[in-house]
């Protein structure tokens, strides 16, 4: 079903540009007319009009194979769908990077092919109760680019993100894992909290799934495995929602497990 609808969007995409995007515009009286139209597109960048940049990039990529600014148009393409942030202009921006890499893959700017390729999924993420799909898109190209780009000066842009897109399918696992428990089903909530922590020890909301995982294993009878999390709400965390009740728990475990 996603196979489909990504080609249908790049058909579409393809279709707009046959019939629309093509200026033409072929600079007289320039003895860098490549430049000449990088320096349109820049400029067209610059004042957000996607399209009209666009159409400057795809001259350099179409009319001037040999050059040495075409990796930078082709990657200019990519940039303009991602600008536009449109669900269809994102999914076809992902292919212009993904062509980028396969194209130029020892080019200097791979890395931030790479990075902007991971972002065309940050963009298309859910709230975390609906389809996480985007969110686990985003992780494996951002864990490609630590694997292939580990001394990029992108690096801490790109954990800045990784970070987001991490938070929000934890966020996603919490909520399960909190519904089990609001509906008494402490088994299945103390298996997906679980699951949060290993997966995830640095969730940002690590805090909720400590106090929520005690508070499930302490109603499963379990209170001696119960103490170590609320210990860790109080350790870990200066402030948290959850800290005098953690330490009203705690008290009254401790008692119970003596």
């Known amino acids: 079903m996603l196979k489909a609808r990504v080609g249908f969007v790049l058909a579409l995409a393809a279709a ?4 629309g995007g093509n200026r033409n515009v072929n600079p007289q009286n320039t003895a860098q007319p490549d430049r000449f139209l990088m320096d349109r597109a820049t400029e067209a960048m610059g004042k957000r009009n996607w399209l009209e940049a666009r159409e400057y990039y795809r001259q350099i990529v179409d009319n001037y194979p040999q050059s040495p600014i075409r990796p930078d148009a082709k990657l200019g393409i990519g940039e303009t769908y991602l600008g536009e942030g449109s669900t269809e202009s994102l999914v076809v921006g992902a292919n212009e990077f993904r062509e980028f890499l396969t194209f130029y ?3 200097p700017k791979a890395d931030q092919a790479q990075y902007k390729l991971a972002m065309t999924y940050v963009k298309q993420m859910r709230a975390p109760a609906r389809d996480q799909t985007p969110t686990k898109e985003g992780l494996k190209e951002f864990q490609a680019f630590f694997d292939r780009f580990p001394n990029s000066p992108l690096m801490p842009e790109v954990k800045k993100y990784w970070r987001e897109a991490r938070d929000r399918l934890s966020e996603a696992s919490y909520l399960v894992g909190f519904h089990y428990y609001r509906q008494g089903w402490y088994p299945g909530a103390v298996d997906r909290f679980r699951e949060v922590l290993r997966d995830d020890p640095e969730y940002a909301k690590r805090d909720a799934v400590y106090f929520y995982l005690a508070e499930s294993l302490a109603k499963s009878q379990k209170p001696a495995e ?3 999390y609320f210990e860790r709400v109080l ?6 929602e959850h800290t005098d009740e953690a330490k009203r728990r705690l008290t009254q475990l401790k008692v119970d497990v003596k």
């Open 105 to 107: 893959p020892t080019n």
């Open 235 to 240: 350790n870990e965390f200066q402030q948290s």
């Open 226 to 228: 119960a103490v170590p």
């Open 16 to 19: 707009l540009v046959a019939c």
